[in-house]
């Protein structure tokens, strides 16, 4: 059973970047696709960037694109949120997931890092 480990929560001041990283412990195949999905407080699940592991086809949200960037290191089995320009509506719980579609439908899940932004 693969399990996925976010590391890179932590507060920071609005226009700053942050960098979360996602490392799993099992296969990840060439069929599937490694996202990230935030929860902000009181609110459900939002999709916010994801990579295909077969090639470098990436998918983000409206609300991120051109701010966040998805990376992968297949030789580390890890993938990366590069979070530039962060904004306060960014704070939320950031789970890194495993599944087989872009946008939805992920089946293995991180236990979530924390990301704070403070004006």
């Known amino acids: 059973q693969v399990q996925l480990v976010e590391s890179g929560g932590g507060s920071v001041q609005a226009a700053g970047p942050l960098r979360l990283s996602c490392v799993a412990s099992?296969?990840?195949?060439?069929?599937?696709?490694m996202g990230w999905v935030r929860q902000a407080p009181g609110k459900g699940g939002e999709f916010v960037a994801s990579?295909?592991?077969?090639?470098?086809?990436?998918y983000y949200s409206d609300s991120v694109t051109g701010r966040f960037t998805i990376s992968k290191d297949k030789a580390k089995n890890t993938i990366y949120l590069q979070m530039d320009k962060l904004e306060l509506e960014d704070t939320a719980v950031y789970y890194c997931a495993r599944g087989n579609s872009p946008y939805e439908d992920y089946r293995i899940w991180g236990q979530g890092t924390q990301v704070t932004v403070s004006s």
């Open positions: 099992g296969r990840i195949f060439s069929s599937h696709v």
């Open positions: 990579i295909r592991w077969s090639d470098q086809r990436t």
